[in-house]
C-alpha cells in the first residue's frame, strides 16, 4: 500500500470523526430505514426475501452519498488543489479516499447486517461471515462510484441530483422490487450493464439458497471490474477545485 495513500487515508478518517452530520447519516439513518423496511413487511417471508435486495441498495446508496458529498467537500474546500500541486498521483489520491472512506462505509455495513439479522430477526440460509465479505465488494464499488460521480458535482445539491440519475434506476431494473426476467428484453439488456443487478443476485444466492462465494463468482468479477473501472475514470476525471 503507497504511503502516500495511506497518509490521505488517516487523515480523511480523521477529519470524518469529528463530523457529527456524517456519524448520524453512518449510524442513525440506516437504523431508521430498515426498522421502517422491517414495520413495513410484517410478513417473515416477504421481508426474508426483500432483505438481499435492501442490504445490497442501502449499501450502495448510502455509501454512494457519504462519499459524493465528502469527497464534494474536499474539492470546495481547496484540499484537491493542494493534494494535486504536491507529488502525489492521482491513483494515490483515489485510493487515499477509497480507503478513507471504506472505513465508514464499512462500519455502516457491519450495522445494518446485523441490525437486519438480529433485530429484524431475518432469517439467512448462507454463512455470516461470507455475507460481509460480499458486501465489502459492494461497498468499494459505491465508494468509487461516488468518488467518481462526486468530479462532475460543483456543489453537494449538484451531487444529490446525480441519485435520480444514478441510483434510483437501478432500483427499478436490477431485481430489487420485481424480477429483470420479467421485464423487456431491452431493459434486461440494460440491468447487465448495471453493478446492482451483481450485488442482488449474488447475495440473494447466498442468504436465501445457501450458496458460498465460490457459486457467486460471476457476481463478485463483475463487481470487482465495475470497481476497477471507476477507480481509474475517477483517477483520469479528477479536478483541483469545484
Known sequence: MPSRALTIALRVIRQLIHDPRTIALIVVVPLVV?????????????????????LTTLALFFSFLLTGISFLRERSQGTMERLMASPVSRLDIVIGYLLGFFIFALTQTLIIVLFTIYVLDVNYSGDLWQIFIFQIVVIV??????????????????????????????????????????????????????????????LRDIMLHGQNLLDVWLDLVVLVAFAAGTSVLAAISLRRGA
Open 141 to 202: 464499488v459505491a465508494v468509487n462510484l461516488g468518488i467518481f460521480t462526486s468530479t462532475f458535482a460543483r456543489n453537494e445539491f449538484q451531487m444529490v441530483q446525480f441519485i435520480p440519475l444514478i441510483i434510483v434506476p437501478q432500483i427499478f431494473l436490477c431485481g430489487v422490487i420485481w424480477p429483470v426476467e420479467q421485464m423487456p428484453d431491452y431493459l434486461q439488456w440494460l440491468s447487465a450493464v448495471l453493478p446492482l443487478t451483481y450485488a442482488v443476485d449474488g
Open 34 to 54: 430498515m426498522t421502517l423496511i422491517g414495520l413495513s413487511f410484517p410478513e417473515e417471508d416477504v421481508l426474508d426475501y426483500l432483505a438481499p435486495a435492501m
